[in-house]
C-alpha cells in the first residue's frame, strides 16, 4: 500500500482511470461487434449505419487518449473495407 499522501493520490486516481478506460474499451468492442454482426448479415443499410457509430465512437475514445490515432484508424479502415464488400 501507499506510504506517501501523493501515492495514495495516485492510487486512487489509477483506479479511477482504468474504471473509465474499461467502460470506453468495452464499448469500442461492443460498436466494432454491431458492424461485424451487419456485415455477417450483408444488410448493407444496417451495416453503414452501425459504421457511422462505429466510426464516431472511436474517433472520440481518441480525443479521450484511450486509443492512438494510428490505431483508432487501422480499426475504422479495417471495418470500412468489409462494409464496402458487401
Not at 460498436?31 to 465512437?57: G, P, Q
Amino acid at each position: 500500500m501507499a506510504n506517501h499522501k501523493s501515492a495514495e493520490k495516485r492510487a486512487r486516481q489509477t483506479k479511477v482511470r482504468t474504471e473509465r478506460n474499461r467502460f470506453y474499451k468495452t464499448r469500442i468492442k461492443n460498436v466494432i461487434k454491431a458492424v461485424l454482426a451487419a456485415v455477417e448479415a450483408a444488410d448493407k443499410e444496417a451495416a453503414t449505419t452501425a459504421m457511422a457509430t462505429a466510426n464516431k465512437y472511436i474517433h472520440h475514445c481518441v480525443s479521450k487518449g484511450i486509443l492512438k490515432k494510428g490505431n483508432a484508424a487501422r480499426k475504422v479502415s479495417r471495418l470500412q473495407t468489409k462494409v464496402n464488400a458487401i
